[in-house]
Structure formats: C-alpha cells, structure tokens
C-alpha cells in the first residue's frame, strides 16, 4: 500500500519543484505510473481475502477495482483539466494539481482502510479539496450554493454515522473489518438500536445518493470543473456504495426489515431521474441525473444482501464510473468549445467531428447498458436478485432500463445526428489529448469484458 | 476561595484600562458591559463560597459540597467566561474592542476561570452542566448565522467551543484542556491574521485573496480547523469528545452537539 501512497504524495513536491512549461506532463506521466503499478493489486493470491496488509491499511477483492479506478483516474483528471486551466497563473495551476492530488491521496487511503473510524476520517476528508475544486474553479455563479449544499448535506448525513460507529466501538471492542467479520451477530431488538442503523446507513445513502437525499449531486456537478465532475462522479459516489458494503456486515439481521423503505426509494429514484433526464436541456445535469439513476439500481443491489446483488454493485460501479467518466468528458469537449451546456446549441455534430462521435456512441451504448459489456453484466446481476427478492421490482428495473436506452439514445441523437447549426462550423477540430482521454476511458470497459472475474470481488 | 477571587477581581481590573484604551464610545460601553458582568460573577462567588464556608466549614477550592454553593459557583464561573444562558454580553463586549483586545479577552481571560471550574468539577451537578454546554453549542450555532461583524461572529464561536468544553467536563477533564488550549491555539490563529488583514466584516474579507493569498488559504484552513472538520486538528477535540459522551452511554447527547457543530460550520463557511 505504501508503494502507492508514497508516490502519489510525492506528486505534490513534483508539481512545485518542476519548471513550467513541464508541470504537467511530469504529473500526468508520473501519475500514469503510479496507476499501472496499482493493477498489480489486482493478483488474488491470499486465502482469507485480505491481502497486502499493513497495520491500517489492507486491500480485498471488494476494495481492490475501486482502488485501481481511483488511481487510474489521477492521469485522466489531470489531462482533462490541461485546456481549461492554462489560462491560469501558474501557481493557481500548481494548486489546483495539488488539490487533485490530496483527493488521491485520501481516497486511496479510504478504500485501504481496515479500521472503519479511518475510514470515516477519510471519508470526511475528501470532501474538503473536492469543496475547494468545486468553489474555487467551478463556471458559474451558483457553485457556491452548489458547494454549500454539497458539504451540508453529506456532513449531516455522515455525523450520526459518528456516533454510531463510536457506540459501537464502545459494545464491540473494535472497529477493524478483519475481526468484526467473525463477530457474532449483535441482537438488535429495540427502537435505540433502528435508530442507531439509521445512523450507520444514513451518511453513505446521502453519498450514494438516493432519491430522497440526491439534491447535492446535480447542483455539484453541474457547477464542477471537469476533473472535479469526474471524480464525483466516478469515485466519490463509490465511496458511498463501498462503505455502505462494510457496514451491512454489522448490521445484520435488522436489515431485512428496515431497509424496506429505501429499497422502495432506491427503485422509485431509477425510474424518477430517468424521467428527469428525458425532458433535460443542460447536458451535464443529463449525465448527473443519470448517475443517480444508475446509483439507486447499486443501492437496491446493496440493500438486499444477496451474494449476486453485491457483485451486481461491484460491477456496475466499476463499469458506470468509467463511464460516467467519459460522458462528463464528452460533455466538456462539448462545453470548452462553445462555452455553454445546452444541448440545442451543440447538435449535429457528427459531421464536424466525427472521431468524436465515435466516443459518444460508446459511451452512450455503455450507459444503456448494451451487452456484452460490463454495465449490462451489474445490471443483470442486481435486476435478477432483486426479481428473486421480490418479483414485482421488475416493474421499476425493467422501466428502469427501458428509460436509461431512451436518454441514453436521446443524448446521442441530440449531440451527433440532426442538422448541424450554422455557429458550429468553425469550432476546433478534436485535440489528439481529447481522443486519448476518451481512449483511456473507455478502453478498460472493453478489456472488461474479457475478465471480468478482475471485478467481482468478494462473492465468487 | 478568598485568593481566588482576589485573584479574579485584579484581572478584571487590569484589563479595563487596555479595554477602555480607544477613545470610541462603543469601546468605552463594551468595558462598562464587561466591568459589570465580571464583577457580578465575582461577587456570586465570593457568596457562594462564603456559604459554603457557613455551612460546611470549608475554605479549600476543591471540597465546595453544599449543592446551592456548587450551583452558585458554576453559574458565576459560566458567567465569568460567556457560557449560554450567560453569554449574553459577549457578543457585545467583543465588537467594541479592537482586534488585539479581543483576542485576549477570548483567550487569556478564558484561563483563569477555567483553572477554577477545573478544580471544582468533581462536584458539580451533572444536569446543570449538560444543560450548560448543549445550550451553548445550540446558541453559539444560531446566532452565529446571521452576523456580518467578524468580531461577533468569533464571539458566537467562541460561546460554542465553550459548550464543548464545559460537556465533557464531568466525565474527562482532561479532555476539556485539551479542547480548551487546541481552541485558544486556533482563535489567536483566526484574531492575529484578521488583524493583518485589518479587516472586520465579511465583506472586507472577501477582498483579501488578492493581497495575501497565502494568508487567505491559511484563514481558510483555520476556519475549517474551528468549525472540527476532519482531517484538520480542530477534529480531535470533537472526535474524541463524542467517543467519551459515547462511552457513557449519551447517544442522543451527542447526535445534538454534532449537528450544533454543522451550524456553526455554515456561518464559518460564509
């Protein structure tokens, strides 16, 4: 674990002691590095599940994909981010890489985590640069309403999950998830303990988000720059449905009652947003609805607590973040040359790049969730699980997926096909950094489909 | 008791010519406010522990046992230092001084008073503390959320950090310390760079990134420090508090003094 924590905190003195016309290649290539060297996680060699441990931190088959998204993120955030912050001094731009860098940081320690009181610390952690990237570097005058909103709503979520998780340090001993799978069940009977799962389950629901508690999400990403969309997007959500995994094992057997209510929720808000971004002119509150919708079908695979519902989450997380990923940069490719979010004011766009329609219409076929790859094989294993839970979910999931294939499609017909308007002719033509971002997005998803067994973690 | 209090009567009257020492009349009204108060305070204690010499026969500090006397002497003490339902004068007092007076008021004088209630916090009533601190976390959020002045603004949070302290005092005073030397810490962060900046309202703050960026980033991270997010330092005191508030079987204690913290965060966000 060190291997990658010391390296990617040296990026920090790599960007300030670099000279300026080299900032940031030196960043991305190291980071790059740093990345390939994270795949070597991916080897499950031990037996007990855990492995590569040290006295905090540890990886196991449910942290280690999220981990290597994390890290194979840092080089795409960074060239993401080249066009739009060069018109910066120079030190703002060593900052903002700076910033970028300490969300790695802490998320990497977060998913490392074994004792879930880091975890907690880590998870509060992140969200002070992602407030600094949002306010700081976001476009428009509503980001820091946006980044209010963001900060109130997961740290208002996430207190009670304070307090719970110290009374339960203070019954069980231990906060470690090595020991506290073998624990025995706790018998969780009376109103101060429901209360007390409430508490547990509450901060990671908000983060997911659900439907109820999702207000933050789009404001947030709508407002971010791009690198703070795609780390939003990709891993911040996934902190959400990681930790929501942890904690589910302590919680058992009260779930099966009470999650009732956000199962219902987390089903609703599929078909709800899905809704919501059929009728959207912004396109990147499209996409971010989009995540919600996606999400909700992640948190009633988790909410269930079946062996499949689980690797089904896993899976759609890994798949949907690098997805999500790509569409957030599609959507800035878009908003760096007409400086605008409107879908009318960027369409046909086909005829004038038409390299680039080749990404949208990946990325877009990704989202609907088209087989063979890896989103369609999480959305089949929650939609299944969740039909052996109870057969009526099939109501909500299957509208559910006929909704995501109708925005999903909308959004590339809107974008690429149609008559091209008259003001796009002369915009610039794609950069070749544009093509390689988007390649090193979605090359993964496909390279997924041929092992998937890289993603399923815990239960196979 | 009697040293004591002789002890506190000459703080007070030293610092009320360093108050007075601006020749505005809104400095010379916050020294009258603060004059006043403290000797209030004062006075009350000089009776309680008087009545408690009557009664038990007792001089020593920290064997103050008739409950009307702990009663007394804690609600002087909270007086002395600004804790809710108290802490009425301190806004006030705070926005008539200057910035350097200010930040002693919020932090020498803070020491002397707690030194006492250190002493005597064996024997305080429980019920009284509590109710003590969670009013003045729940105080020092709200009415934090609308003032302008800076000076007010840190008032608000100091009333605040103040119920923090006072909470966990019956079950680790050391832990109050702790909370009580990483706030003075923080708040003379916060007092000497708005100082600097010369500035005391928001507004002027906002004006600030321009000339010193440095410093802004450093009152940015002071700011999130106070308002005990994690990983900054002002988290410790709070984590560790609510781990003992949790260790003693007070859940719903704690829920209500995390979300008075949320509160207090939004008004230091601003």
């Not at chain 1, 009181?117 to 509060?124: K, L, S, W």
């Not at chain 2, 004062?42 to 009545?51: C, D, G, K, N, R």
């Not at chain 2, 420090?225 to 003693?248: D, H, N, R, V």
Request: charged share 10%; glycine share 6%; net charge positive.
């Amino acid at each position: 674990m060190l291997k990658i924590l010391i390296p990617t905190l040296m990026l920090i003195p790599t960007t300030w002691l670099t000279p300026k016309s080299w900032v940031w290649t030196t960043t991305t290539a190291q980071s790059l590095a740093i990345a390939l060297l994270s795949l070597t996680w991916l080897k499950w060699t031990s037996e007990t599940g855990w492995s590569t441990s040290g006295p905090y931190m540890a990886t196991d088959p449910l942290s280690t994909p999220l981990l290597v998204l994390t890290c194979w993120l840092l080089p795409l955030m960074i060239l993401a981010s080249q066009n739009h912050i060069s018109p910066e001094p120079i030190n703002r731009q060593r900052s903002y890489i700076t910033l970028l860098i300490l969300l790695q940081t802490f998320l990497i320690m977060a998913f490392g985590a074994t004792e879930i009181i880091m975890f907690y610390i880590m998870f509060e952690a992140t969200l002070i640069p992602t407030l600094i990237i949002i306010t700081r570097w976001g476009n428009q005058t509503e980001r820091l309403n946006a980044g209010t909103y963001f900060l109130f709503y997961t740290l208002a979520g996430s207190l009670p999950l304070l307090v719970a998780l110290l009374m339960t340090q203070k019954d069980m001993g231990t906060l470690s998830m090595l020991i506290i799978q073998h624990t025995k069940p706790t018998n969780l009977l009376s109103w101060g303990d429901k209360i007390w799962w409430v508490g547990c389950l509450l901060a990671f629901l908000v983060k997911m988000p659900l439907y109820g508690v999702h207000l933050w999400l789009p404001k947030a990403h709508v407002e971010a720059p791009i690198a703070g969309s795609m780390v939003l997007a990709a891993v911040l959500l996934k902190l959400g449905g990681y930790g929501m995994m942890r904690i589910t094992i302590m919680l058992d057997p009260l779930t099966k009652e009470l999650a009732y209510p956000f199962i219902i929720l987390a089903l609703w808000g599929i078909i709800m947003t899905g809704s919501i971004c059929l009728r959207q002119t912004d396109l990147k509150s499209l996409i971010a609805y989009s995540s919600v919708s996606h999400m909700g079908l992640v948190a009633g695979g988790i909410l269930i607590q079946t062996p499949w519902g689980f690797t089904g989450a896993i899976i759609l997380m890994i798949a949907h973040g690098l997805v999500s990923s790509a569409l957030f940069c599609l959507a800035n490719t878009n908003y760096e040359r007409t400086h605008s979010r409107t879908l009318l004011l960027t369409r046909g766009l086909q005829m004038i790049l038409p390299l680039m329609a080749t990404w949208w219409f990946i990325a877009n076929l990704a989202n609907l969730a088209l087989p063979p790859l890896p989103n369609l094989m999480g959305e089949l294993a929650i939609i299944t699980s969740l039909f052996s839970w109870s057969p009526w979910t099939i109501v909500s999931t299957g509208l559910g997926t006929l909704i995501t294939a109708g925005y999903s499609l909308y959004m590339f017909l809107m974008t690429q096909r149609g008559p091209t308007p008259l003001h796009t002719i002369s915009l610039h033509p794609s950069h070749t950094r544009e093509h390689l971002l988007m390649a090193m997005h979605l090359i993964p998803v496909l390279l997924l489909v041929l092992k998937p067994e890289l993603m399923w973690g815990v239960c196979h | 008791w009697f040293l004591a209090w002789m002890g506190l009567e000459i703080n007070t009257m030293a610092i009320i010519p360093l108050m007075a020492q601006q020749h505005h009349p809104r400095a010379t009204e916050a020294t009258t406010k603060y004059f006043l108060t403290q000797a209030t305070a004062a006075a009350m204690i000089l009776f309680a522990s008087t009545m408690n010499a009557w009664t038990m026969g007792d001089w020593n500090i920290n064997q103050i046992s008739h409950p009307l006397a702990t009663t007394t002497v804690t609600l002087a003490l909270a007086l002395k230092i600004g804790l809710a339902p108290m802490h009425f004068w301190l806004p006030e007092v705070l926005q008539g001084l200057n910035l350097t007076t200010g930040l002693v008021l919020s932090t020498w004088q803070k020491l002397a008073p707690f030194a006492l209630i250190l002493q005597i916090s064996q024997n305080t009533n429980p019920a009284l503390l509590t109710t003590l601190g969670v009013t003045s976390a729940l105080v020092g959020g709200w009415g934090g959320l609308n003032q302008t002045q800076l000076r007010k603004l840190l008032a608000y949070s100091s009333i605040a950090h103040l119920g923090w302290m006072i909470i966990i005092l019956q079950f680790m005073p050391a832990l109050t310390l702790l909370n009580l030397t990483i706030y003075i810490t923080m708040t003379s962060t916060m007092f000497l760079s708005l100082k600097i900046m010369a500035s005391t309202k928001i507004n002027s703050l906002a004006l600030a990134w321009p000339k010193t960026p440095t410093l802004t980033t450093l009152i940015m991270l002071s700011l999130l420090s106070l308002g005990g997010l994690p990983p900054l330092t002002g988290f410790m005191p709070k984590w560790l508090i609510l781990q003992e508030l949790a260790k003693q079987d007070l859940p719903i204690t704690a829920t209500i003094m995390a979300m008075s913290a949320l509160l207090s965060l939004f008004f230091y966000l601003r």
